[in-house]
């Protein structure tokens, strides 16, 4: 039996109510296929942040970087001023722990209402690679003369040769290992037109290690478009961190919502941890009503499984959520945050 060292972020809002449920199926899950978790909860957020004035602490981060992978709720708080939590904490931490490769499958699940009509989970499978380090995110760029009306701010969009390669590169090897072999570049190259550049030539020039993968380029504006009006266009995608952002979230709004969406914040060498989260924030408006789904951050848990080199057990909790919303689907009904999480432990139970 092999123990794994989690380290576990609740976060605010339904963060933490999301990630009980993930940490239950992880556990109804893991001994069957050899794994144990040994779980450390990190009290990081909003609550923190009042009582001692810190978001993440270099002790803190040094402890998170003995873990072998992290699994974060979401952090954001009304509270607290917008960006201290998701600077501080969660983009320190993909920055910190160099999580290049945010990613982010798009995929419908059989029954899963989608607001696209004619579209069916044959139509939506894609996998969006979404670098996580640098681009607009980086943190670069400043504010002059603040609060006259000759105010100027820029927040410069970061884009290395390095940064971008590796991300391009993961992201063809993906492509290479699914049955369509596609991989399509989402830009801005006629407006962004140096940082488009950069990313065009390096998928060029990647692209000649793969002859088998064919590849195409669409401006993010028509990506936009197109996950609405021809989502089958897209295998695998390959962007900045903010187009990755902004197309992820329509991807969740076409397979079913926010609350079905999971990413993983990757480092593909493993020589920091890599976070595994859903892709939605603490949504406010519902936290501590039990109305949150789940579901996210359980597929989240299958994709550190993934990470973990524990395919079946992934697969088994794929097969456990397919399941229940094929269920959930039927009935049409609404549960509640714990009831979602009882049912998908005893079916990855029942599958054992
Ligand atoms: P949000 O994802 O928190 O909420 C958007 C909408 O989706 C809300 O109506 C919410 O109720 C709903 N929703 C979200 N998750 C759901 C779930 N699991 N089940 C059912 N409904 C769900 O986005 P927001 O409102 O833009 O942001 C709220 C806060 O979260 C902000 O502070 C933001 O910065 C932060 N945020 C954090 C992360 C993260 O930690 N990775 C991601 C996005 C936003
Ligand atoms: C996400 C979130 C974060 C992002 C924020 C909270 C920093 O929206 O994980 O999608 O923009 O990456
Ligand atoms: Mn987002």
Redesign the pocket.
Known sequence: ERTVKLAVIG?D??GPE?VAEGLRVLSAVAPAHGLSFETTHYDLGARRWHATGETLTDEVEQELRGHDAIL?G????PSVP?GVL?RGL?LRLRFAFSHYVNLRPVRLYPGVATPLADRGPDDIDMLVVREGTEGPYAGMGGVLRKGTPDEIATQDSVNTRMGVERVVRYAFAKAAERPRKKLTLVHKDNVLTYAGDLWQRTVRAVGEEYPQVSVDYSHVDAAAMFFVNQPERFDVIVTDNLFGDIITDIGAAITGG??LAASGNINPENAFPSMF??V???????AGQG????T?TVLSVALMLDHLGAPEAARRVEQAVAEDLEVRAKEGSTRSTSQIGDDLVARVARQG
Do not use: Q, R, W
Not at 74 to 77: E, H, I, L, T, W
Not at 280 to 286: E, F, K, N, R
Not at 291 to 294: L, Q, S
């Open positions: 976060g809002g339904i999301v974060l979401a952090v954001g708080d917008s998701e969660l926010i609350g989260e859903p939605h924030g603490s949504a406010p408006d519902i109305k949150a789904d789940p996210a």
